[in-house]
């Protein structure tokens, strides 16, 4: 289909989901809070680079993730990338002043892996800035059976790349579903939109091998991130709906069964399979279960006039609330976690019924499928139990570690406390107003306080007249336990705003005049660079 037509009918389809029911609902929960750090296991990412230096540049560690996967058979890139100039991520500012010729990269691993590769489709997505030199990292640990959020600092020439887990939370608070997000169609914030296409060709730069696509790829990378948000949907049932016991455990090994035959032959559960789902559903969702949703509003960076609702940080409704389990789609779900090159081997695939129930028994009387994340380790303990055990060399890993955060002590604690977790690292975006020593932070909080103010002040304006989201951001505070009705009446918020109140006055300015202006207008949170 021409991309002109194409954009036509998405066109229609964005109109039918800017009025779609599922945004009559009221927001989904908040992820609750996790540690940054990998409790179980390690992300797919720490695995696909081992213990060797991050490659670079950028467009050699898109050729290494593109050689596991194989070849598409349509000739579409297995790593699908696009280019996002002007954004809404934590790099968003990351190109001024030339956002064309500095855009960020976003990209999805969407191949099934080569035989004897873990998988890497919808379990790896890259956000890379080459002017913010970082790749922002989310990637699937399939032993934890959850998104891990990581970072690479100094990803430059001269410099050794840096990986790091990044602060959860502060991830949280724009992916809401603990997944990757993108925007709805119809993606005018990429290339699809033909004048953002325009004005990066004008750069006459390659980016990195990365071509200037329409709105097939911004598509492929939109249908990666709901697959990758539908893992949490997936975990969930496998773990909680069939519950604890002997119970519990046959429910698993009937879906694992059924997700292998679909898997192997495409069929799919009878409609009265898994009644242990049923039994448990009211009890343990009596309202129903909210499916979270990965979805930005769309966004023309090129407007006139900014959209506040576009804001990442506004708490999303769900995708829907299934009131009971969809059977047909867990059991989809499932088999496409499984490890698609192993299942569809000769051996397995040509396994008798009778033979694999009797492997699967025995593994559910040796506890293997007890409640517990669904991960590919229960496909390779079938494959031993079958005797198609295959040996697998340990990976070698540099230890999992987390960027330094300042001591909360000193002037500045309650600034620390409330608002450290995004604004105490030491990358310049979000502004890092609150890193370093007492008088390096209060000389960044006057500069940042007109800015301070604003967002501190969005919680005692009515949410339809707001310029801005507020700070904290609401998934934040959920997250810690704190409702925005409490938050906004709290001792802690009076006196952050009599802080910065106090700040604005001193440099002989108006804070409340400062509500009349667009939060674009006031002045930048950190003092513009030193220039070398």
């Keep these: 289909m021409p991309d002109a037509r194409r954009r036509s009918c998405l066109i229609m389809l964005a109109i039918c989901l800017a009025l779609s029911p599922a945004w009559s609902h009221p927001a989904q929960p908040p ?5 940054d750090l990998p409790p179980l296991g390690r992300s797919r990412f720490d695995q696909l680079i081992g213990n ?4 670079y540049p950028y467009s050699r560690l898109a050729q290494i993730i593109q050689a596991q996967m194989q070849p598409d058979p349509g000739g579409m890139p297995t790593l699908k990338t696009t ?20 855009p960020r990269v976003v990209a999805a691993a969407d191949g099934l892996n080569k035989p004897g590769v873990a998988p890497l489709q919808d379990r790896l997505f890259l956000g890379f800035h080459e002017k913010g030199e970082v790749i922002e990292v989310i990637s699937y640990n399939d032993t934890a059976g959850r998104f891990e959020f990581q970072v690479v600092r100094d990803y430059a020439p001269g410099k050794t790349p840096q990986v790091f887990y990044a602060r959860r939370n502060l991830c949280l608070a724009c992916h809401q579903n603990a997944a990757p997000i993108f925007a709805r169609p119809l993606w005018d914030e990429t290339p699809a939109n033909p ?17 200037l696509s329409g709105t097939d790829i911004a598509y492929f990378i939109d249908a990666a991130t709901e697959r990758a948000n539908l893992f949490s949907v997936w975990q969930t049932l496998w773990q909680q709906a069939c519950g604890e016991g002997e119970t519990g455990d046959r429910c698993r090994m009937e879906a694992f069964a059924a997700a292998l035959d679909y898997a192997r032959s495409g069929s799919l559960p009878a409609a009265n399979a898994l009644p242990t789902l049923d039994l448990n559903w009211k009890t343990r969702w009596p309202q129903g279960l909210p499916i979270p949703n990965p979805d930005l509003p769309n966004r023309d ?21 299934w009131k009971a389990p969809d059977k ?23 396994l008798r019924q009778r033979d694999l129930s009797a492997a699967l028994e025995r593994l559910r009387a040796r506890g293997e499928l007890g409640a517990r994340p669904f991960s590919l380790s229960l496909l390779h303990a079938l494959q031993a139990e079958l005797g198609m055990a295959r040996k697998i060399a340990p990976l070698r890993l540099p230890i999992a570690r987390t960027e330094a955060a300042s001591q909360i002590s000193g ?18 975006f979000p502004p890092n107003f609150l890193h370093g020593d007492d008088a390096a932070v209060s000389a960044r909080l006057d500069h940042c306080a007109e800015r301070i103010y604003y967002r501190l002040s969005m919680w005692h304006i009515a949410e339809t007249r707001r310029g801005k989201s507020p700070m904290p951001p609401p998934s934040i505070l959920a997250a810690r336990g704190i409702d925005t009705e409490t938050w906004t009446h709290s001792p802690a918020m009076a006196a952050l705003l009599e802080d910065v109140r106090l700040r604005i006055r001193a440099q002989n300015g108006q804070p409340e005049a400062l509500l009349a202006r667009r939060f674009e207008q006031l ?6 660079p030193v220039a070398p």
């Design 31 to 35: 992820a609750p809070a996790q540690p």
């Design 52 to 55: 060797a230096p991050v490659p």
């Design 83 to 102: 280019l996002i100039p002007l954004g809404r991520s934590l790099q968003k500012n990351a190109g001024a002043p030339d956002f064309f010729r500095f």
């Design 195 to 211: 004048e953002i296409a325009r004005r990066l060709r004008a750069t006459r730069r390659d980016f990195y091998g990365v071509k």
């Design 301 to 321: 960076p090129l407007a006139a006039m900014p959209d506040a609702a576009n804001d990442p940080l506004l708490p999303r409704p769900p995708l829907e609330i």
């Design 328 to 350: 047909t789609a867990f059991i989809v779900g499932l088999a496409g976690m499984l490890d698609a090159a192993v299942v569809k081997q000769s051996t397995l695939k040509q």
């Design 411 to 428: 002037a500045h604690a309650l600034f620390r406390t409330q608002c450290g977790l995004c604004h105490d690292s030491t990358a310049n």
């Design 523 to 528: 002045r930048a949170c950190l003092p513009d």
